[in-house]
Each structure stands twice: as C-alpha cells, then as structure tokens.
C-alpha cells in the first residue's frame, strides 16, 4: 500500500507557499483511483512526492512500509512505484524502442536470457514489435506514449502512476493508451493512479480524488463525487456529459445533485 500522511510541500524560493498543505491518501495493490483538479492545484508534485522524486517538506509516503524520507529506500521504492509522465519524451533516454524497454531491466540486473523474452512479450502487448529497431523520436505521439507505458510495465511495478498520460494525444491516441492501461496494467494487480483532465476517463475507476488549491477536497466513487456539479465547476473543472445532460434533463438545474 502507498500511504500519504499530512503531506506539505514548498518549492524553494516559492512566493505562492505551499504547493501541497496536508494532504493524507491511500493507494491499495489492485486498486484504481483517478485524480483530477484545474492547473496549479498541485497534482504533479503531490504524484512526484508517492516514489520520492520529491521530498515532503513535512508528512511522510511510505511504500509498503518503505519511507521516502530514507535514501536507502528510495531505490526500492522507484522499482515498486512506476510512473509515465505527461510527455513520454521527458522519459525516453535511449536510441531504439527495443533498447528503451530493455533499459530498466538492464538496470534491475536481470539475466540477459530472461530479459530477452520479457522484451519481446512488451513488445507485441503494447504493438511495438514493428518499430522495435526504429528512432524513439520518429514514433508518432500515441506510439511514444505506448513505448514509455511499456518500458515501465516491463519492470512490474506493484504501483503505477500515470500523470495526464493522454492529454498530448489525439482522440484515437487516447483510447489506445487506456486501452492498453486497462488492459495490461490491471490484470496484474497492480495499484493504478491516473492523473486526468478528462471526466470521462475517471468513470470506472474504483475512487475519483479531486484536489483544489494544494488540498484535498472530493474524494469517493466517481458516481458520488460527479453529484458535485456546481463545486467542482467552481474549481475550474467539467463533469461528464451523461451527469450534464441528466441534470438538465430533470429539470432542476444542478441542484439536484447537491
């Protein structure tokens, strides 16, 4: 389990205070949780400080008991915490797709034999096995996007952080990645975070957590936290079109999601 406790964070030399004030969450194996607020509210530092790329100013995360706050952890917490980022090319380091999903094997010290098959099984799951000699670089956006889901999936991780994976991608992009996510990453169990600006995309997931302002202010099922119209519209944020149109289908405005 990934565990948050009264997290707070400032950048050094910030105006603005602090960008996380106390937040506390929970991240069960197996578990799916979307997370959603407008720009600024703090959601990539908040996904950056669960495998320690950053340090809580204050609070703790502990990875199945493994605190960030202790360097000797903090290699094995990255092994159980992957994590895409919002630009794949922010994470792509080599010079071949087949040579970027071996990367974080070759830095498990996984036996060449093994690593091999394990290649070649993230190569034909996430449809790269075409372009397994081919330049990162010249892959189209959803296709890059697929190769850095691979190349952490290929690790299995226990925990999965996606922040706003697909918000640089087209509509069909965008379906291919969750597809794939729901596909591939769920069946093995493993904890899923997915940071989104589409409501739509939290629909299914088993928890929707809305942060505002550094805070954590929704958090339940996407059905529940989705009655909150008229909030999370003050927050700067949409709701799906199904929770629109019922609303004005009964006539009542909003407020009968209150």
């Avoid at 100013?57 to 094995?76: I, P």
């Avoid at 509509?171 to 589409?198: A, C, D, F, M, S």
């Avoid at 289908?249 to 909003?254: H, L, N, Q, T, V």
Wanted: glycine letters at 10%.
């Amino acid at each position: 389990m990934i565990e948050a406790h009264a997290l707070k964070f400032q950048y050094p030399g910030s105006e603005e205070g602090f960008a996380l004030r106390g937040i506390s969450f929970t991240l069960k194996a197996g578990e799916r949780v979307a997370l959603m607020g407008a720009n600024g509210s703090g959601k990539t530092t908040f996904v950056r400080c669960l495998n320690g790329l950053l340090k809580p100013f204050s609070g703790d995360v502990l990875v199945d008991g493994l605190s960030v706050h202790k360097d000797q952890f903090l290699h094995e917490i990255r092994r159980r915490v992957g994590m895409v980022f919002q630009n794949p090319d922010n994470q792509i380091v080599t010079t071949s797709v087949l040579r970027e999903i071996a990367f974080g094997l070759e830095n498990l010290g996984l036996e060449p034999e093994k690593m091999k098959g394990q290649v070649q099984e993230a190569l034909e799951r996430f449809n790269l096995e075409e372009y397994r000699d081919a330049p990162p670089h010249l892959l189209s956006g959803g296709e890059r996007q697929r190769l850095a889901l691979a190349s952490v999936w290929v690790m299995k991780p226990r925990y999965l952080i996606l922040d706003e994976p697909t918000s640089l991608l087209d509509p069909r992009g965008r379906r291919e990645v969750l597809r794939l996510i729901k596909r591939e990453i769920e069946k093995r169990h493993v904890g899923v975070l997915l940071v989104t600006q589409y409501p739509e995309e939290a629909l299914g997931f088993d928890r929707l957590v809305v942060m505002h302002q550094g805070r954590v202010l929704l958090d339940g099922s996407p059905e529940h936290v989705f009655q909150h119209v008229e909030k999370l519209r003050r927050m700067g944020m949409g709701v799906p079109v199904n929770v629109e149109l019922t609303a004005y289908a009964i006539g009542r405005g909003y407020a009968h999601f209150r």
